[in-house]
């Protein structure tokens, strides 16, 4: 190995390694803005809770880029909006239940090596990310708020917001992974 290819190839990690961080800061910040400014409250449920367009942010990345930027993005990007909108008491169930739910998205779409190309597994990969969702935030509230009926109120919200998500990301994600099929990874 001659002295040009040796300082090309230390340049060339931290390169990669900035790009990485650079990627995984604009998929959070995609979720948080996804959430925070596209949203509406709800009022039927007893200790508030909303709609917002975070899930298709979510739902797209974790299929497009797997399960470790899913639970990323979903779990800092989230927590964040938590942290930043008067829902701090939430932040660390959501960073928890967000970044899980991520998990299990990229996890399952990607189940055979499937990369999110098939529409099977990337609807199963959203409804096991979704009842893991329900089943946290319901557990969460009932524990925070010592009631285990009041948190059922949040649910009927939560279940649009994720058919939403659902119907906005999968074929979002499609049309993405077209794109990157064709022009390569980002």
Do not use: C
Request: charged letters at 15%; zero cysteines.
């Amino acid at each position: 190995m001659d002295m040009n290819q040796a300082i090309f190839e230390k340049k060339e990690r931290p390169i990669s390694a900035t790009r990485e961080v650079v990627l995984d800061g604009l998929l959070v910040a995609i979720v948080f803005v996804m959430t925070y400014f596209i949203q509406i409250k709800l009022p039927v449920a007893v200790n508030g809770g909303l709609i917002h367009m975070g899930n298709v942010a979510l739902f797209t990345i974790a299929l497009v880029f797997g399960k470790r930027r899913g639970a990323i993005a979903g779990a800092f990007g989230m927590g964040l909006f938590d942290i930043l909108s008067g829902w701090a008491a939430w932040a660390p169930y959501t960073f928890v239940i967000r970044g899980v739910m991520g998990f299990i998205i990229g996890s399952v779409s990607d189940t055979k090596e499937k990369n999110g190309a098939s529409m099977l597994f990337n609807l199963t990969a959203i409804v096991l990310g979704s009842i893991w969702m329900i089943a946290g935030y319901y557990g969460a509230e009932g524990f925070m708020y010592g009631n285990w009926t009041a948190p059922m109120t949040a649910i009927p919200g939560n279940i649009i917001q994720l058919v939403i998500g659902t119907v906005v990301a999968v074929p979002l994600s499609r049309m993405l992974l077209r794109f990157q099929k064709t022009f390569g990874r980002y």
